[in-house]
């Protein structure tokens, strides 16, 4: 049972353009999100996160926007850059309680390709 | 600054054998956890050790099972092996307390890839 879904397997995106990476989720616990870029042969690498409590958090070029009520987040990649592609994840961990460890749950991906 | 190491990088094995990998937490990490990532998928939560002892436990059948050593470091295994058990097998290392405290970010290794035959 997929409970965070990234519906678009695949984008491409102009240098200097905009990139939006979508996400949506189905599990109302849910609490923390995150993004991860992944390259070839490497392992995810963290790349911004938000709080339930919020709805938007920003980092440099990137952006996370949180709408509770939709269940769906977006990365937003402002301006893109050919070194951004790559494959991003979108994860969700739940509330927990202590001692009880905590998980991430993962979507199946969306590949960016940034073209010059 | 070692981030997340892990071994083997690759390994073959047939079906019915054991395999065991290994790895060691970032610096000044005191939680591992293990995801399984098959081909076109994102990465599934296996387990995630604390304190040498199991705290939580994804949906994976009792063939995988782990340790964590005093040292923080840690092995998964994984007994009579079946072909879909082929997949990158990911190790996170990550802080208990803030994880506990929701920012549950974790660190992630480059991962063994795990080929059975």
């Known amino acids: 049972d997929q409970q965070v879904k990234q519906n678009s397997p695949s984008l491409s995106v102009q240098e200097g353009r905009i990139s939006i990476l979508n996400c949506d989720y189905t599990n109302s616990m849910f609490d923390y999100f995150l993004w991860y870029k992944k390259y070839p042969a490497e392992g995810p690498t963290f790349l911004i996160s938000i709080s339930s409590i919020k709805d938007k958090n920003e980092d440099g070029r990137f952006t996370v926007f949180l709408n509770k009520s939709a269940k769906h987040l977006s990365l937003h990649i402002v301006p893109s850059q050919p070194g951004d592609s790559a494959v991003y994840f979108c994860a969700a961990s739940e509330v927990t309680m202590s001692n009880s460890g905590y998980a991430l749950n993962f979507g199946k991906g969306t590949s960016l390709l940034v073209t010059p | ?117």
């Open chain 2, 1 to 117: 600054d070692a981030g997340v190491t892990q071994s083997p990088t690759h390994l073959i094995k047939t079906r019915g054998q054991q395999v065991t990998l290994r790895c060691s937490p970032k610096s000044g990490h005191d939680t591992v956890s293990w995801y399984q990532q098959a081909l076109g998928q994102g990465p599934q939560f296996i387990f995630q050790y604390y304190e040498e002892e199991e705290r939580q436990r994804g949906n994976f059948p009792d063939r995988f099972s782990g340790h964590q050593f005093p040292n923080y470091s840690s092995e998964l295994n994984v007994n009579a092996l079946l072909l879909g058990d082929s997949a990158l097998y990911l190790c996170a290392s990550s802080l208990w307390l803030a994880g506990i405290s929701g920012a549950n970010v974790l660190t992630f290794g480059a991962g063994s890839r795990l080929t059975v035959l």
